[in-house]
């Protein structure tokens, strides 16, 4: 089984959203098919068939969830020492050298990740341009537009 590295905020957004599936989806899917096979004929009836396809879904990711967190293995960012290395976790201070701007992004898992709260998944280009550097390196990084030049201002762990 593959280790999955994944932060505490990451795992319990996991376990949340596997108690979600398993004590409301669950059982509202359940009640969507008892409900389709009371209008008879199960050949020609949509419903059933669209809460049967739901099912799936939901089980698939119940199983996909439980896997994930079986092979977890989660890292506290406050507790690396890395010595000023961004590694898997840490927060990145960084500055585009074609434009001046100031981002910061913290390196996650995949199933953690959201741009818009600066949290980039830890198999994203920008990710794995930064990972091994220290602060006054300079990553590049292949974007859709072309190569972008980012050097690393600061690295913290919190």
């Known amino acids: 089984m593959a280790t999955v590295p994944l932060t505490r905020r990451g795992a319990d957004k996991l376990k949340d959203e596997l108690l979600r599936l398993k004590s409301v989806e669950r059982h509202a899917v359940i009640r969507a098919i008892a409900e389709a096979r009371s209008h008879g004929d199960l050949s020609e009836n949509a419903e059933y068939e669209a809460a049967k396809d739901k099912q799936g879904f939901i089980e698939g990711r119940i199983a996909e969830i439980e896997s994930k967190l079986a092979g977890a293995q989660i890292i506290d960012p406050a507790a690396l020492h890395a010595e000023g290395r961004v590694v898997f976790g840490a927060t990145v201070d960084l500055e585009d050298e074609s ?47 072309g190569v972008k030049h980012y050097e690393i201002m600061n690295v913290r762990y919190v």
């Open 99 to 145: 434009t001046g701007a100031a981002v910061t992004y913290q390196i996650v898992g995949d199933d953690e990740a959201d741009l818009k709260l600066g949290l980039i998944s830890i198999s994203s280009p920008i990710a794995r341009a930064l990972i091994g550097r220290s602060a006054g390196d300079v990553a590049d990084v292949q974007a859709p537009s």
